[in-house]
């Protein structure tokens, strides 16, 4: 008697199809296939820390071809915040770029952590951010979620 099992898999949210490669350098051009859309490589990234790309309007930007915008999560949750982009509907939604949006947690979290876990009482304090705030990293500040505390 012989039994089988199915498994269902969901296709993945992204493909790397590679176009062409030199012998030479080993440099590559390929397509990625992101849920917003195909991005060819290599390609110039613009970044919009804040859901917001400085000189440029979305659809300037649109018209240059470029499919991969890079936002900074970080940054994001300090200002507008998690509430604010809920309401909205997303990063998407509050920079009007239908494509695809890259995002950074930034260093400066993933290092903070790290310290944290070898040095108990390591305590970053005093870095401000853009709009006035202090932000303090420290042992109760756990996960990534640093808390803004007026200076």
């Known amino acids: 008697m012989s039994t089988s099992t199915s498994t269902s898999t969901k296709p993945s949210a992204l493909t790397f199809d590679l176009k062409a490669r030199c012998s030479t350098s080993k440099a590559r051009a390929s397509i990625l296939h992101l849920p917003h859309g195909p991005v060819e490589l290599p390609m110039f990234m613009p970044v919009a820390t804040q859901a917001s790309l400085k000189g440029l309007t979305p659809e300037q930007l649109e018209e240059t071809s470029c499919r ?58 005093g870095v401000k951010v853009p709009d006035g705030l202090t932000t303090q990293v420290g042992q109760n500040h756990r996960g990534g979620s640093e808390i803004p505390q007026s200076t």
């Open 68 to 125: 991969l915008c890079l936002n900074n999560t970080y940054h994001l949750g300090l200002k507008p915040g998690q509430a604010v982009l809920d309401t909205i509907g997303g990063a998407h939604k509050l920079q009007g770029w239908d494509h695809n949006i890259l995002t950074d947690s930034g260093g400066l979290v993933a290092t903070c952590q790290q310290i944290q876990s070898d040095v108990a009482d390591f305590m970053t304090s």
